[in-house]
């Protein structure tokens, strides 16, 4: 079973809610291979605290590191560097018969050392992509980009999550991107164990379809 790779268009575009939610409707385990920043939470422990799912699996990060920032800086801060094959370690050991929701770091083009990015992990982890797009000024060139990386490199994309609403332009990133919407999740005013609830009922059944 290929697991579900979690990439976004940017950072800051709520790849973490999204990844609790869909660990929530699959049911489906979480992993989050590489943590950049421990404060104020990891977004292991915030998936944790999100999701109601008591049969969920939360694998511990490969690695993580204390500074928020890109995660080659972040190793480089700490004398440290990522090894892909370190991860592709960890990815071994588990259970390939349950779902499995892996969170990437940022977008597809965030570098883990100085030759190696996250796109070059989902290749190697052989990972069915999801894009996460967050509505807002800008989107549509940062959507579009996104698509033509995976593209280009070939990836199996499911298809796009939108978050939040600025304009009515999601058919359009759809159109022109070729890669379906598996559904759109207005901005949460808040984020907790029950809004995750009751927007997994929201999108339980399509998604189930989609996927």
């Not at 990844?19 to 944790?48: C, F, I, N």
């Not at 050392?113 to 509505?135: H, K, P, W, Y």
């Not at 994309?157 to 990133?173: H, K, M, P, R, T």
């Amino acid at each position: 079973m290929k697991p579900y790779f979690i990439s976004g268009i940017g950072t800051g575009i709520g790849k973490t809610v999204i990844a609790a939610l869909l660990s929530e409707v699959l049911p489906a385990d979480y992993w989050k291979p590489v943590q950049a920043g421990l404060e104020p939470d990891t977004d292991s422990r915030l998936v944790a605290s999100l999701v109601t799912n008591t049969e969920i699996i939360i694998h511990p990060e490969t690695y993580t590191f204390r500074l928020a920032a890109s995660p080659h800086i972040s190793a480089r801060n700490e004398n440290r560097r990522i090894e892909i094959s370190r991860i592709l370690e960890d990815f071994k050991k588990m259970d390939s018969e349950r779902p499995l929701v892996i969170e990437g770091a940022g977008g597809l083009m965030v570098p883990l050392n100085e030759n190696e990015f996250v796109i070059d992990l989902i290749q190697q982890l052989d990972a069915r992509v999801i894009l996460v797009s967050r509505n807002y000024l800008g989107s549509i060139n940062h959507s579009l980009m996104t698509a033509a990386v995976c593209r280009s490199a070939g990836l199996d994309v499911a298809g796009w999550i939108f978050n939040d609403q600025y304009l009515d332009y999601e058919s359009e990133i759809v159109n022109w991107s070729g890669y379906p919407a598996l559904f759109s999740l207005p901005l949460l005013r808040s984020v907790s164990s029950q809004t995750i609830q009751q927007a997994a009922g929201l999108v339980k059944s399509s998604l189930r379809q989609s996927l």
